[in-house]
């Protein structure tokens, strides 16, 4: 019998008691037949609300249902960021020897049912990646300005980077394992949104196979978003430069 593929999905949480149960359920729901086996990591950076709590208490409950899912929580000190969270839940999956490695939100802007298509996509593929910006994607409830903002952004580090990802600073990707040891994630230099579009120039710059796929992208409903906007974009820029000129990403 053919060993079980391992998937191991990174989600990195700051105050998300309103959302967390309901993403683990819908990605336990989108994995049930699957035939994989699916490890949901847990990264939570000391949420005041309770969120690594409330996760806890209901896994007996997710077990009992979900007989391929494993669910581990990693509490954090205090609030350490984006970035290091997603390599905390990089590094996590190593250990667990995943084939498959995903980055996702807690806030179900990400919606689990595509994981799927993920899985189907990353056969022939290194990196899968949910893009908001190819036929067929799109986001739902993002007003005029946000919009703008995210597609400027997008098309100035595409521009810049010499790259054909629409998306570059989508969250919701898979990879192969082999990538993201190969691309040495100890070396990121970048947080936040930034720190997406680094991801994918390292991937880029190594020669990996990467794949758009499309995804509705609706905004939360429930919580608050942690994005400081303008802060962002300007770092956003400088980093985009620097990369330009950073001749020791595949040394």
């Not at 084939?99 to 993920?118: G, R, V």
């Not at 290194?126 to 067929?136: A, E, K, T």
């Not at 608050?224 to 040394?251: R, Y």
């Amino acid at each position: 019998m053919e060993k079980k593929k391992i998937l191991s999905i990174g989600i990195p949480t700051y105050n998300e008691k309103e959302n967390i149960y309901n993403i683990v359920l819908e990605i336990a729901k989108s994995v049930e037949n699957q035939n994989i086996i699916t490890i949901i990591n847990i990264i939570d950076d000391n949420s005041p609300d309770g969120t690594a709590d409330l996760i806890e208490r209901s896994i007996p409950i997710l077990k009992d249902n979900f007989s391929n899912l494993h669910i581990n929580v990693i509490r954090r000190e205090g609030k350490l960021g984006l970035a290091s969270a997603h390599i905390r839940g990089f590094k996590e999956a190593f250990s667990q020897n995943a084939d498959y490695i995903m980055e996702m939100d807690a806030d179900l802007s990400h919606q689990p049912k595509y994981i799927p298509i993920f899985l189907d996509a990353i056969k022939d593929n290194d990196v899968i990646i949910g893009s908001r910006y190819i036929r067929g994607g799109g986001t739902l409830n993002w007003n005029i300005v946000r919009k703008t903002l995210s597609l400027g952004a997008g098309i100035y580090a595409r521009t810049i980077l010499g790259m054909r990802v629409q998306d570059m600073s989508a969250g919701y990707v898979m990879y192969r394992s082999e990538v993201l040891k190969k691309i040495n994630i100890d070396k990121i230099k970048s947080n936040g949104y930034s720190f997406q579009i680094e991801l994918k120039y390292r991937c880029f710059k190594f020669g990996f196979k990467i794949k758009e796929i499309p995804i509705i992208f609706p905004d939360r409903t429930k919580g608050v978003s942690k994005m400081n906007k303008i802060d962002t974009i300007i770092k956003t820029a400088f980093m985009v430069l620097k990369l330009k000129f950073d001749k020791s990403i595949t040394n």
